[in-house]
Every structure is written in structure tokens, then in C-alpha cells.
């Protein structure tokens, strides 16, 4: 386990992700800091950064995802007010990020994480990993046990993760985030190419599901924040490919076309997803 680990994080280095060493809630506040300060070119004062962590620190899972793609404000030491934005949407590459391991976090009992993946300092992917041979549902048994033992320890920054990600090297799943009782093992997904074909190994997931600009385009496209029923629903690979070949036609051509899918396979999402990117890009 601690082999996969050292590789992947090793592998996530090659696509672009900083290594830094985060043992705590205390470093990774001063992280937050300096990438945020880094991300919008700004030098944020003592009681400026406690104004942000006290927003950051607000809602639940659902209510973080919506303050993660908003920008906050907070009163400039001079009087002014100030904005901060945590992540860039629309030019998804244009974010920092960094990868750490072992983050150690204590609330109800005391938990380390494997691989955290921070983007503008706040934790957004999280990995569990098992050793090969171990079933994928301990992984993602774990990953409900961090949610009500820790997760929510300090300013409850581990409640803006986005996507979690469960491997044993062998087999690799993602799925969005939710409170636990909203979780469902069912609705975690293998990714696959455009021919259907599923990446399982771990390596060949990171490399097209982690690579930095692909997971941030994941984040901030292809997450559907679902107001009726307040839960975060990541698209399937077909979906993903679908909205994309839609939005590649409308904008860049003047042909016809048609996505054609089964009964139960998201149809709707697929449809709701192509409408909210159309009618968000430049005219």
C-alpha cells in the first residue's frame, strides 16, 4: 500500500502537481494562505485570511461546493472590500496545484489520509488506496468512516472535496462527494476512453483522470450540483463524452447530430449538462 502510494504521488509529480508536506491542520492553513495569495495576486493580512477561513468555514458539503465555485469577500484592512476567488472555472488549467500524503486530522477520533490533492491550497480529490487483493468497498468504507470521524475537525476544509477516488492499484473508481447517508457504492464509477474501454490500473487512471488540467476541467464542468434533492453528481465517462461532442458541434459547426442512449443511463444529466456549458460559453 505504501509502494502504490510513494508511486503514485511520484506519477502525479510528473503531471504537474507540486509535492509539499502537510501534517496537519495547522500547515495546511498556512498552505491555504499562500496559494490563495498566489492565485489572486493579493497579500491577505492576519485578520483579512480569518475573515476568508471564517466563510470557508460555513455549510455542509453541498453549501462548500456552491462557496467553491463563488468568490468570497471580506472587509480589506482598510476599509475596501476585497474578493478572493478559490478556483478559476472558466480557464480550468489556470489554477495551482499540489499533492501531500499522511494529512493527519483529529475530531471525534484521529485520522491520516492517504493522498490528498489540493488545488489553490484546498483539499478538492481525495485518494484511498489498498493494498492488491482487497476489495475496492474497503476503500470507500474508509473514505465514510474519515467523513464522520474527521472531516469536519477545525474549519472543516476536508468538506470542500469534490471527487474521491478508491484504487488497490488494480482497480480504480471515482465518485463525487456526499454525506454519507446519501453515498451509495453503486455510484461509483469506473472512467473509460471514448471506445468504452475501462481504465481500471491505477497508473493509466491517474494519467488521464489526475492529470492537473483534466481533473480541475472534472471539478468545475462535469460536477452537477443537484438543488432539488442538495447533492454533488459527478457525470459518467459517456456522459463526459457525450456533452463534450454536443458543445464541439454546436459551437464549431453548423451540422445536425444526435446522442443516442439507453433508458436509465443519465440521459437527462447528459442533456442538463450540454444546455448549462452552452449557455455559459462566449459568445
Not at 497579500?43 to 456552491?66: C, P, Y
Not at 471525534?108 to 493522498?115: A, C, E, M, P
Not at 443537484?226 to 453548423?254: D, G
Request: aromatic share 12%; hydrophobic share 35%; charged share 25%.
Amino acid at each position: 500500500e505504501l509502494e502504490l502510494e510513494n508511486n503514485l504521488i511520484a506519477q502525479l509529480q510528473t503531471l504537474g502537481y507540486e509535492k509539499v508536506r502537510i501534517d496537519d491542520e495547522e500547515a495546511l492553513l498556512i498552505n491555504l494562505k499562500k496559494q490563495l495569495e498566489k492565485h489572486n495576486k493579493t497579500l491577505l493580512s492576519d485578520l483579512e485570511f480569518r475573515q476568508v477561513l471564517n466563510k470557508l468555514a460555513k455549510g455542509n458539503i453541498f453549501d462548500k461546493a456552491k462557496i467553491l465555485r463563488d468568490r468570497i469577500d471580506y472587509i480589506k484592512d482598510d476599509g475596501e472590500v476585497g474578493y478572493i476567488e478559490l478556483i478559476n472555472q472558466i480557464q480550468w488549467c489556470k489554477n495551482q496545484y499540489q499533492v501531500t500524503h499522511q494529512v493527519t486530522m483529529t475530531d471525534k477520533y484521529t485520522n491520516r489520509y492517504d493522498v490528498t490533492l489540493l488545488v489553490n491550497g484546498l483539499p478538492l480529490g481525495q485518494i484511498e488506496l489498498k493494498r492488491r487483493g482487497l476489495e475496492m468497498k474497503e476503500a470507500f468504507n474508509q473514505t465514510n468512516r474519515y467523513h464522520r470521524h474527521s472531516f469536519s475537525a477545525g474549519y472543516g476544509l476536508f468538506g470542500y472535496i469534490q471527487m474521491f477516488v478508491i484504487s488497490n492499484g488494480v482497480n480504480t473508481k471515482y465518485y463525487a462527494n456526499n454525506p454519507v447517508n446519501k453515498r451509495d457504492f453503486k455510484q461509483t464509477f469506473f472512467w473509460a476512453d471514448k471506445d468504452n474501454k475501462k481504465i481500471t490500473q491505477l497508473s493509466e487512471f491517474a494519467k488521464v483522470f489526475l492529470e492537473k488540467c483534466q481533473l480541475s476541467k472534472m471539478i468545475t464542468k462535469y460536477i452537477v450540483l443537484n438543488e432539488s434533492e442538495n447533492m454533488l453528481m459527478a457525470l459518467r465517462p459517456y456522459q463526459y463524452y457525450a456533452v463534450e461532442a454536443i458543445v464541439e458541434q454546436v459551437l464549431n459547426t453548423e451540422k445536425y447530430g444526435y446522442i443516442w442512449h439507453t433508458t436509465g443511463s443519465g440521459k437527462t444529466l447528459t442533456s442538463f449538462k450540454t444546455a448549462q456549458i452552452l449557455t455559459q460559453s462566449p459568445k
